[in-house]
């Protein structure tokens, strides 16, 4: 089975804190997001990697950056993190490059953080 | 700008009722339509993935059909049950696998 680990489950960091959400995936894919849950608001991208070292702009990329050195591992940064970012943080994996389709994405549990 | 929308967002039916799920999006370029369900506090899992030139997924209780044209996905759970209880997102999937999501139904089943 594709696993996705999200190794930090639950946080609690205080406004200005810099916060690294780490994600692990052990199929070797090339895909990986990273998207944010809010109540009412649904799922919302917040930068995507199709390859080790690359990276992209989703919808909501203020105040966040990201870094993927290895192909299995994707991380979230809060440079400086902020009330506004408390939310429930998902990554996921996909076994495609962007120019196919047809095939599915594997999520992490999630990492719930709140900004105090 | 995709928009996904998803209707009704709450939803609470007695054991074994048939129930269908809506969804709808705005841009009707997309590559294929996923159904996911996700538990209190835990990550996603996909259910049913229609690809564009498809018109509809069955799996066990659950049919997903597509159109296009009109931008309009439906979910269909026959018989539910209890265990079925969950909030279901459907995402439209966009190029380079993106996926621009839904706000979610949340369906309770009472027994």
């Known amino acids: 089975d594709v696993k996705v680990t999200q190794s930090s489950r639950y946080l609690v960091k205080r406004t200005g804190e810099k916060v690294f959400l780490e994600c692990v995936q052990d199929?070797?894919?090339?895909?990986m997001f990273w998207y944010r849950q809010d109540p009412g608001l649904g799922l919302r991208l917040i930068y995507f990697?199709?390859?080790?070292?690359?990276?992209e702009k989703g919808d909501i990329p203020e105040g966040y950056s990201v870094s993927r050195e290895k192909k299995e591992r994707f991380s979230l940064i809060l440079e400086s993190a902020s009330t506004n970012q408390t939310s429930m943080y998902l990554c996921?994996?996909?076994?495609?490059?962007?120019?196919?389709?047809?095939?599915?994405?594997?999520f992490g549990e999630g990492s719930w953080l709140t900004v105090v | 700008k995709q928009e996904v929308t998803q209707i009704p967002a709450a939803l609470s039916v007695p054991e074994g009722e048939n129930l269908v799920l809506n969804c709808s999006f705005t841009?009707?370029?997309?590559?294929?339509l996923q159904w996911f369900r996700q538990d209190p506090g835990k990550g996603l899992t996909s259910l049913l993935l229609?690809?564009?030139?498809?018109r509809e997924q069955t799996s066990g209780r659950l049919n997903a059909s597509l159109d296009k044209s009109s931008g309009r996905s439906t979910l269909y759970i026959a018989a539910s049950q209890p265990g079925d209880s969950a909030t279901y997102l459907c995402?439209?999937?966009?190029?380079?696998?993106?996926?621009?999501f839904g706000a979610g139904t949340i369906l309770r089943v009472k027994s």
């Open positions: 996921a994996s996909s076994p495609l490059p962007p120019q196919q389709s047809g095939n599915t994405i594997y």
């Open positions: 199929m070797d894919h090339e895909n």
């Open positions: 990697s199709y390859d080790v070292k690359m990276k």
């Open positions: 841009d009707s370029a997309i590559y294929n």
């Open positions: 229609i690809q564009s030139s498809q």
């Open positions: 995402a439209a999937q966009e190029y380079g696998n993106k996926l621009v």
